[in-house]
């Protein structure tokens, strides 16, 4: 079942594309104004604890079967088991992402709106004008659709170029790049008067504001950030060579996925401190609030309210980018090699189709608002369905298919390296994804349902 001449990772590569396939728009967006709802530093260290204790368990489940598999998320499940059921599980995460891609991309494409915007200073004014610049911008019948369509055109370049020269190229440039952009916004941010009120919220927990609801959304966000159950991981674990240490990559990865949330949180709360705005802004924080924390902020000097601006939304287009890059990859080596296309060609098929897809959820928002599937938008619907259904399916059957289908012996061979890497906590791993995951995941399942 594997495939043959198939390209490989760096050793680099390896953390840093994996890293960009969970450093998204999770992070950088949704990251912050979870934490501003759910209290801040208690809602973090929840957060940093669901990871190391579910996440870092459930990647390396993925990036079992991707690395034995060496192939396609559908080929890699189908080739561990006797059944050839099983390879469903890899199909439900191709139709997972491209479905995220096709909304994502509208979001993606904000960004690069907001990015091209904050050149000339057009969203910068009073509050009441950019709250209206993005109600008229995201309504509009043609800008949104384009700019997701060119997202999705850059991503598509990237992804024709194959695994070493597209991929892996792109977030080695990226990753660093992201990380030197998030450094310095964080700098500006926390040197402004009255930003201590900020960072004490991130790194002052009180623990009298945890419910069950929080711990909930700790986890979700755990599974959402990390990209579990989109066949993502299994997919870049099928470029992973024989020399790579499963279990210490995903804690890499789990690290710098981390360090980068929080670092968003210092980019953010610090700036939105010092001007006297409630951290609990919602989705709406990243293109209403923030323009506005911008322009008080700096209103000294507003030429570097420009430019904290400008390279606030190139940091969200660039850490859009690591994502619809991996999200884009899923889906292209899937027809790639099911149907045995140039890649180019398997490429070309997953951009219309998410293109098409992406311009349906742009309308949707506002130009066509009969555009609603369950009585949600195109683009809620999309969101909907993959975090509060495809997502946990996915994950969930992935812990189930390692812990209880896949032989113990394959396992153990794999996260060993055929035995040339120690690993004293196999035993506890294996319970994890065998009992712990699959609860937790049934929780975060049952809470999105609001079955509790």
Same mark, same amino acid.
């Given at each position: 079942? #594997?495939?043959? *001449?198939?390209?490989?990772?760096? #050793? $680099?590569?390896?953390?840093? &594309?994996?890293?960009?396939?969970? +450093?998204?728009?999770? *992070?950088?967006?949704?990251?912050?104004?979870?934490? =501003?709802?759910?209290?801040?530093?208690?809602?973090?260290?929840?957060?940093?604890?669901?990871?190391?204790?579910?996440?870092?368990?459930?990647?390396?489940?993925?990036?079992?079967? =991707?690395?034995?598999?060496?192939?396609?998320?559908?080929?890699?499940?189908?080739?561990?088991?006797?059944?050839?059921?099983?390879?469903?599980?890899?199909?439900?995460?191709?139709?997972?992402?491209?479905?995220?891609?096709?909304?994502?991309?509208?979001?993606?494409?904000?960004?690069?709106?907001?990015? @091209?915007?904050?050149?000339? =200073?057009?969203?910068?004014?009073?509050?009441?004008?950019?709250?209206?610049?993005?109600?008229?911008? !995201?309504?509009?019948?043609?800008?949104?659709?384009?700019?997701?369509?060119?997202?999705?055109?850059?991503?598509?370049?990237?992804?024709?170029? =194959?695994? #070493?020269?597209?991929?892996?190229?792109? !977030? *080695?440039?990226?990753?660093?790049?992201?990380?030197?952009?998030?450094?310095?916004?964080?700098?500006?941010?926390?040197?402004?008067?009255?930003?201590?009120?900020?960072?004490?919220?991130?790194?002052?927990?009180?623990?009298?504001?945890?419910?069950?609801?929080?711990? /909930?959304?700790?986890?979700?966000?755990?599974?959402?950030?990390?990209?579990?159950?989109?066949?993502?991981?299994?997919?870049?674990?099928?470029?992973?060579?024989?020399?790579?240490? /499963?279990?210490?990559?995903?804690?890499? %990865?789990?690290?710098?996925?981390?360090?980068?949330?929080?670092?968003?949180?210092?980019?953010?709360?610090?700036?939105?401190?010092?001007?006297?705005?409630?951290?609990?802004?919602?989705?709406?924080?990243?293109?209403?609030?923030?323009? *506005?924390?911008?322009?008080? &902020?700096? !209103?000294?000097?507003?030429?570097?309210?420009?430019? %904290?601006?400008?390279?606030?939304?190139?940091?969200?287009?660039?850490?859009?980018?690591?994502?619809?890059?991996?999200?884009?990859?899923?889906?292209?080596?899937? @027809?790639?090699?099911?149907?045995?296309?140039?890649?180019?060609?398997?490429?070309?098929?997953?951009?219309?189709?998410?293109?098409?897809?992406?311009?349906?959820?742009?309308?949707?928002?506002? &130009?066509?608002?009969?555009?609603? /599937?369950?009585?949600?938008?195109?683009?809620?619907?999309?969101?909907?369905?993959?975090?509060?259904? $495809?997502?946990?399916?996915?994950?969930?059957?992935?812990?189930?298919? +390692?812990?209880?289908?896949?032989? #113990?012996?394959?396992? @153990?061979?794999?996260?060993?390296?055929?035995?040339?890497?120690?690993?004293?906590?196999?035993? $506890?791993?294996?319970?994890?994804?065998?009992?712990?995951?699959?609860?937790?995941?049934?929780?975060?399942?049952?809470?999105?349902?609001?079955?509790?």
């Amino acid at each position: 079942m #594997k495939t043959s *001449n198939r390209a490989n990772f760096s #050793k $680099l590569g390896v953390i840093l &594309a994996t890293a960009g396939s969970a +450093v998204g728009l999770g *992070n950088v967006w949704r990251f912050p104004y979870m934490t =501003g709802h759910n209290g801040g530093a208690a809602f973090i260290l929840l957060y940093i604890g669901c990871v190391l204790i579910l996440g870092i368990p459930g990647m390396v489940a993925e990036f079992v079967v =991707g690395r034995h598999g060496a192939s396609n998320a559908f080929r890699s499940y189908a080739s561990l088991s006797r059944s050839k059921g099983w390879g469903a599980v890899g199909v439900l995460g191709v139709i997972t992402a491209m479905i995220i891609l096709g909304f994502y991309a509208v979001v993606a494409g904000w960004c690069l709106q907001y990015l @091209f915007a904050s050149f000339s =200073g057009s969203v910068l004014g009073d509050p009441d004008y950019v709250a209206d610049y993005f109600k008229t911008f !995201s309504t509009h019948p043609v800008k949104p659709a384009l700019w997701a369509l060119a997202f999705i055109a850059v991503t598509h370049v990237v992804v024709t170029r =194959g695994v #070493k020269g597209g991929v892996e190229r792109a !977030s *080695n440039l990226l990753m660093p790049t992201l990380l030197l952009l998030l450094v310095g916004i964080v700098v500006a941010s926390c040197l402004l008067p009255g930003a201590g009120k900020g960072i004490e919220f991130l790194f002052k927990p009180d623990f009298s504001v945890i419910t069950s609801s929080t711990i /909930l959304e700790a986890l979700g966000q755990a599974f959402f950030s990390l990209s579990l159950g989109t066949a993502c991981l299994c997919t870049y674990a099928s470029y992973f060579d024989r020399k790579t240490d /499963l279990m210490k990559s995903a804690t890499q %990865v789990a690290l710098i996925d981390c360090v980068i949330a929080i670092l968003a949180g210092l980019m953010i709360f610090p700036a939105a401190a010092a001007v006297g705005v409630n951290p609990d802004s919602g989705p709406s924080l990243v293109f209403i609030t923030l323009p *506005n924390v911008f322009q008080q &902020a700096f !209103s000294g000097i507003p030429m570097l309210g420009n430019v %904290v601006a400008l390279m606030f939304y190139a940091l969200l287009s660039m850490a859009a980018l690591t994502s619809t890059i991996s999200i884009h990859e899923i889906a292209t080596v899937f @027809f790639h090699e099911e149907l045995h296309l140039s890649r180019r060609a398997a490429a070309t098929i997953v951009s219309a189709i998410c293109g098409v897809f992406a311009v349906v959820c742009a309308l949707s928002v506002g &130009a066509v608002p009969g555009l609603r /599937l369950f009585g949600l938008s195109a683009m809620d619907f999309g969101d909907t369905l993959t975090s509060q259904y $495809l997502l946990p399916i996915g994950s969930f059957f992935t812990c189930l298919f +390692v812990g209880w289908v896949v032989p #113990k012996a394959v396992v @153990f061979d794999e996260l060993t390296n055929s035995g040339t890497v120690s690993l004293r906590i196999y035993r $506890l791993w294996l319970f994890a994804v065998r009992v712990v995951c699959p609860i937790a995941i049934l929780l975060i399942f049952g809470h999105q349902l609001q079955l509790f």
